[in-house]
């Protein structure tokens, strides 16, 4: 015990002192950052002050989509309307597009007729955003158009056009029904299957590169006449996680810091507002933990029978294979938490952390106490088998030097040991 | 009584036995070589006492116990692949070993200090081992060996890599050990560091004992039948029916006798044909019995 934790000491201050660990422990937030950064800039490019003029031949249509953009929640447009147009307003209005005084120009031409000729002028290439937004209000402007052309007035256009909101409920088990929070779980199941997925593959293969370093250093062999292999895993495990776990927590509490920015509203608020419930946060930090012991005793376990980084390559697919899996479900989970795939992947103990904290997102009380007691039992039960097959392999792996293992060779090590 | 006894051992890997049968025991205070050509089963019997693996059949004892895994606290082993943490600092190293050995942090600190201030590289202490050379990592190795003041000490190769100054450093401080009632075995390829530091010896081949006990002993058994002369005049006495072989290096010869030739016959053919300056019988070296004893097959 004495040894394990000695172990963990080491590996855990090594690491934190390491360059390796403050770049990437500055590196990753600054990269998310970055990226906040660039989508609140866009976000705001495109919620205002965007100048755009309308050029229509019909006076009240051109109003119309004018009062339409305006009324949008998301975007404010400065909006100009010449209607009706000359030649010259057109070739004015195209000379300012050219010398970017405005940004955008819509032509409409022949409203009146069946097929209207409207066409978007721009220096740049029209985003997605703005030009299903022109489209939506150039269309609702058409449809109010040709409904009063049929005598219908205006106050009735409204009633006819007027969109009904359709709120969505949801139900317990037990019969009680509350809001339902629409896409914000999903959202939040992507971001911890993200959060989870990516920490747990990373520390997995750096316990994997480790192992390899200190066997072409050649040092198990000092080691192992002091201390059990076992030890030697238990305690490279537990230093490896707790620096995990430090880079974690100082990336959550540089999030709690930077929360109540300008930068963090695009992820707040709105659409893709995420919100996580406290059984979430309870579960999450345990499934990493269990998550992390299982791959990395995994990847140690093989990371003794090979001699090089590369040569680990080829067992990365294994590793990959559970995580594709716990992505690929998903889909199926917002469909339906509890459709059997979804919840055999979330017993299951590789795809478990990865599915069963997402899963429990989108449930409502109560929650399958049942089935979460099962999944974590057998997490606790593989990485005990996991650990005990991986110290096997390790015992005898780190003294093998010259060539990876093949699958026949590690069958024979495990019976050595 | 044996610090260390490795009874009737044998350790198998798949048909390959890397140990048969290997018995032998070393007192404290006791200097002992353990010999063999490459692969003859010095390192599997090494390990063997470490507890890095375990015999198939066989008993190992420590400090007069069966073996036990906590003994390994009173031991101190120096492997033949070195091994150092590369990025780490000498002396968290030093520590690191020290503690892992069952010293204090603080204890383990001191003596660090004291054996690098020994050992010539107290100005290495806060570099990384990376930066240091093969020779100094030798050093750091061997203290790290040595810090927890080990009752058993076991060296595989300990003298590689080393030159004449730092090895003369390191056998010096093997000679204390040895004077303190540290009982030392080493496995080396180097017959002349054999022959002058260790009071036992056991060769090994092909996983076997061939030939093991006191030194002087083994040494005493085999017949003293090389003469060295050094001459000046006519070299006819070469020509002696005493002599097996002979080579003659310009008024320096090597002579090995015939069995049974009488070197009190040669010497007075030869004193009658040159001035002799010196006629020297000489007993074989280990180098030599070596050689002889494993069938000029070693290639160590």
């Known amino acids: 015990m004495r040894n394990m934790l000695l172990v963990a000491r080491r590996e855990y201050l090594e690491q934190i002192r390491g360059r390796a660990f403050r770049i990437s422990t500055v590196l990753v937030p600054a990269l998310i950052l970055f990226l906040l950064g660039v989508s609140g800039f866009t976000g705001r490019k495109l919620a205002g002050g965007r100048h755009i003029a309308i050029a229509a031949d019909n006076a009240s249509l051109a109003a119309d989509i004018r009062a339409d953009l305006l009324g949008g929640k998301r975007a404010s447009y400065t909006i100009d309307t010449v209607a009706p147009f000359t030649e010259q307003d057109r070739a004015n209005l195209q000379a300012r597009v050219q010398n970017k005084s405005l940004d955008g120009l819509v032509i409409i031409e022949n409203s009146a007729s069946a097929s209207p000729s409207v066409t978007y002028e721009s220096q740049s290439s029209a985003d997605l955003l703005d030009t299903s937004r022109l489209t939506e209000a150039i269309n609702a402007g058409f449809l109010n158009l040709r409904l009063a052309q049929q005598g219908i007035s205006s106050f009735q256009v409204h009633s006819l056009v007027q969109t009904v909101p359709l709120e969505t409920l949801q139900v317990s088990s037990s019969g009680k029904t509350g809001k339902s929070q629409g896409m914000a779980p999903f959202y939040a199941a992507m971001l911890m299957t993200f959060l989870m997925t990516m920490p747990i593959l990373l520390y997995g293969m750096d316990m994997a590169r480790s192992v390899i370093e200190e066997k072409g250093s050649r040092i198990f062999e000092v080691m192992l006449a002091v201390a059990r292999p076992e030890d030697l895993l238990a305690g490279k495990l537990l230093g490896v996680g707790a620096v995990g776990l430090t880079q974690i927590a100082i990336w959550l509490a540089a999030a709690a810091l930077l929360s109540g920015s300008a930068l963090a509203a695009p992820i707040l608020s709105g659409q893709m507002k995420i919100h996580f419930s406290v059984l979430e946060a309870v579960l999450f930090p345990i499934y990493f933990i269990l998550g992390f012991f299982l791959y990395s005793a995994f990847f140690s376990g093989l990371a003794a029978t090979c001699e090089t980084a590369q040569d680990l390559q080829m067992y990365i697919t294994l590793a990959v294979i559970p995580t594709w899996t716990s992505f690929a479900i998903l889909p199926f989970l917002l469909n339906n938490p509890n459709s059997p795939w979804v919840v055999a992947a979330s017993l299951f103990p590789p795809t478990a952390p990865l599915v069963m904290v997402p899963r429990i997102g989108m449930l409502s009380a109560p929650y399958p106490w049942g089935q979460l007691a099962l999944s974590l039992a057998l997490m606790v039960f593989s990485i005990w088998a996991v650990i005990w097959l991986a110290s096997r392999l390790y015992r005898v792996g780190i003294l093998m030097y010259g060539k990876r293992a093949t699958l026949p060779e590690i069958f024979r090590w495990l019976r050595y040991s | ?60 004892s420590l400090f007069e116990k069966p073996f036990d895994r906590r003994n390994l606290d009173r031991v101190g082993y120096l ?16 520590v690191f070993f020290g503690e892992l050995h069952g010293l204090t942090r603080e204890a383990a600190r001191k003596r660090a200090v004291d054996w690098a201030s020994r050992m010539e590289i107290s100005g290495s202490l806060d570099k990384k081992t990376q930066e240091l050379s093969k020779g100094m990592q030798q050093k750091i190795q061997f203290i790290a060996t040595l810090l927890h003041d080990p009752g058993l000490v076991v ?146």
């Open chain 2, 1 to 60: 009584m044996p610090v260390v006894e490795l009874a009737a051992v044998t350790k198998a890997y798949d048909s390959k036995v890397a140990v048969r049968d290997l018995s032998l025991s070393i007192d404290a205070g006791q200097m002992f070589g353990l010999l063999g050509p490459n692969g003859a089963g010095k390192t599997s019997s090494i390990r063997m006492m470490m507890g890095i693996t375990m015999p198939d059949s066989g008993r190992i």
């Open chain 2, 79 to 94: 492997p033949e692949e070195r091994g150092l943490y590369k990025k780490m600092k000498v002396l968290d190293q030093l």
């Open chain 2, 155 to 300: 060296m595989d190769e300990p003298f590689s890599g080393l030159d004449p100054v730092n090895a003369t450093l390191l056998q010096d401080a093997l000679l204390d050990l040895k004077s303190q009632g540290k009982a030392i075995l080493f496995s080396t390829h180097r017959m002349d560091q054999v022959e002058k530091l260790c009071d036992s010896i056991c060769l090994i081949n092909n996983g076997e004992a061939v030939l093991s006990g006191n030194l002087r002993e083994i040494k005493s058994r085999y017949e003293r039948n090389r003469v060295i002369v050094e001459f000046q005049g006519r070299a006819d006495f070469l020509k002696s029916d005493e002599i097996a072989s002979a080579n003659n290096y310009s008024g320096h010869a090597e002579i090995t006798l015939k069995p049974g030739g009488d070197a009190q016959k040669l010497l007075h053919l030869a004193a009658s044909m040159a001035a002799i300056y010196r006629f020297e019988l000489v007993e074989p070296s280990l180098e030599e019995i070596f050689i002889q004893t494993v069938g000029g097959k070693a290639n160590a």
